[in-house]
């Protein structure tokens, strides 16, 4: 497999000398052509920031190097480089459900009747199939975070950056949902990098699980997933399954306790931000 | 939606003829004289004797109204664009429109009047004057409620400033602009009406204070009912516009 992104010696510092936050600190992390790389961490711990500086919404602090496909990328030109979904849905409610989902090609300069033929042809395997003349507001939590999820893949990136995409559903919704994006994921094979809070879920669906420490934030552990795909939903509970869970969450949890602890010196939070 | 819309007319349409009943019910029935207060068969009868001069009145008036609420709301619009995105602008600016809305308009009736001659030009400018501000402030408003992080989301798909502008901020505004407008247009109205007081050959202001100083309360009532259909067609206009083009409830 081809190294598909390397980041070198990220670190984010926000606000002014005597207030001034580390949210990130010299993070290394590689990622290879197709890989499916969760991260899980303690709130705060700088996830959503090292996202943020990944998609361009937030340049990192000097001395930070950041590669796709090889090359080094200019900070500034990194905004429509790769495909991002946050945590909330952000559908706008005077599109419908397929203009919401061409949102980001047409953007991208699609014209709008060749990107809605192309999203017809996929709402099916979006599980939006009669829900295109809908708008978001009569859908569920499901199908809105499904209707991000397609404008995400419409945007033709080979690298995806989701968010806690499934944060805000419920645990059944979310199982349901977690095992669909695994049957979108195999047939397009993007890069994935996935933020979760939830660690059977970074199990479930990474092909490698990275901790990151509590803030200011660095990896802290990587582990390889080694379970065979495709993956039922039952190997929640196989052995090997269980060990990875046992150690990884012995290491969110002792970064948590420091988070923990350490949010009693920091009166600023910069959550995420 | 439009259903909706349809059954509340409906709902609104009963009791407003209720009202005439009643009305109608009480003067026949205590024999009000006409002189004092004239009853809605009379003053039916009124604007029937005379269609042509009715219609030029509201015809005149609606004009006026319609054209300076159409200016004011373009006006305004294009200002609180501007003004997000220029904050230099606003900056230098802002403070003094708020001031201007201090002045009642009409203080300043006579002067427009000798300005734009009596004509409806006079009248169109004090409706624009009064819907423009609203219609900024709320533009303004809207535009910067947007979240940011939706901005950014766009700012991720390569969208210019313009783009986010189009295809994001504005719609997001549009239905705080609709607020603005529904008080523009009852705004407008009133603007106009006022505008003829000043000096004017037709309206319905003009009508209404001709048939005050002549004592004739069958014209004065028809006047009044007139400019009350006026303001409903004008506010049903607005309500169509709204239910069209910002018709989602939810805050993004």
Known sequence: MAEKIRLKNISKHFGAAPRRIAALQGVDLTVQSGEFVTVVGPSGCGKSTLFNIVVGLTPPDEGAE???????????????????????????????????????????????????????????????KGFEHHYPQELSGGMRQRVALMRTFLFERDIMLLDEPFGALDALTRAMMQRWLLEVWSEFKPTVLFITHDIDEAIYLGDRVVVMSARPGRNKMEVDVSIARPRAPSILTAPEFVELKRRLLAAVEDESLKAFASMSRLEATVEDA | ???????????????????????????????????????????????????????????????????????????????????????????????????????????????????????????????????????????????????????????????????????????????????????????????AIVGEWFGAQVGLGVMLLLSMYNYQMPELWAAIVLTGVAGALL??????????????????
Do not use: C
Request: charged letters at 10%.
């Open chain 2, 1 to 191: 939606m439009r259903n909706q819309l349809l059954k509340g007319g409906m709902q609104n349409a009963i009791v407003l003829l209720s009202i005439f009943a009643l009305w109608q019910i009480v003067v026949d029935g205590f024999d009000v004289p006409a002189t004092y207060t004239p009853s809605p068969a009379v003053i039916a009868q009124t604007i029937w004797a005379q269609p042509g001069a009715f219609a030029a009145a509201v015809g005149t008036t609606l004009l006026e109204a319609i054209l300076g609420i159409a200016a004011g709301t373009i006006i305004g619009i294009a200002s609180g664009v501007l003004f997000s995105r220029v904050p230099l602008l606003e900056r230098m600016f802002f403070p003094y429109l708020v001031a201007s809305q201090a002045v009642p308009i009409i203080a300043f009736g006579a002067i427009v009047i000798i300005w734009f001659g009596n004509g409806i030009a006079s009248k169109v400018f004090i409706a624009l004057y009064l819907t423009f501000f609203p219609v900024a402030v709320n533009t303004l408003r809207g535009l910067r409620s947007v979240n940011p992080q939706q901005i950014g989301l766009l700012r991720t798909f390569g969208a210019s400033s313009s783009t986010i502008l189009l295809k994001l901020q504005f719609p997001a505004a549009l239905p705080s602009i609709f607020t603005a407008i529904r008080l523009g247009a009852s705004l407008g109205l009133v603007g």
């Open chain 1, 66 to 128: 950041l590669y796709i496909d090889g090359e080094r990328q200019a900070i500034d030109h990194l905004l429509g480089r790769v495909a991002f979904m946050p945590q909330r849905d952000m559908l706008m409610p005077w599109r419908t459900v397929l203009d919401n989902a061409i949102l980001a090609a047409e953007i991208d300069g699609v014209p709008r009747t060749q990107a809605r033929r192309r999203a017809s042809a996929v709402l099916g395997r979006f599980g939006l």
């Open chain 2, 235 to 252: 506010f049903l206009v607005v309500a169509l516009l709204e239910s069209r083009l910002a018709w989602w409830q939810e805050e993004i």
